[in-house]
Nanobody
């Protein structure tokens, strides 16, 4: 059974940083897409970013709203994906979900696996 388990959420002041991690189990996603979505109260779920394997390395795509502030990284050996969030803003407050898809993915792709989510709250 595949599981994605997020960790690292919490409360932070505006301008601060948080690092989210996602541990995958039940399947190795070495050459598959992994990434993050978020959903704020009363809003639709939003793509944050993902990573795809291309030939010999991972390439990241990020939503315009987080470019320059967030970075995504993969650890192939540990089967994890992380989201480093810097210069956080109150509008980044949301539940953040780890996702994975067998094969490659774009921001509009259907993702096969979802984590339970971790709350990130940014105070002003």
């Amino acid at each position: 059974q595949v599981q994605l388990v997020e960790s690292g959420g919490g409360l932070v002041q505006a301008g601060g940083s948080l690092r989210l991690s996602c541990q995958a189990s039940g399947r190795t996603f070495a050459t598959d897409a992994m990434g993050w979505f978020r959903q704020a109260p009363g809003k639709e779920r939003e793509f944050v970013g993902n990573t795809n394997w291309r030939r010999t390395n991972y390439y990241a795509d990020l939503a315009d709203s987080v470019k320059g502030r967030f970075t995504i990284s993969r650890d192939n050996a540990k089967n994890t994906v992380s989201l480093q969030m810097n210069s956080l803003k109150p509008e980044d407050t949301a539940v953040y979900y780890c996702v994975a898809r067998i094969g490659a993915a774009t921001m509009t792709s259907h993702y096969d696996y979802w984590g339970q989510g971790t709350q990130v709250t940014v105070s002003s």
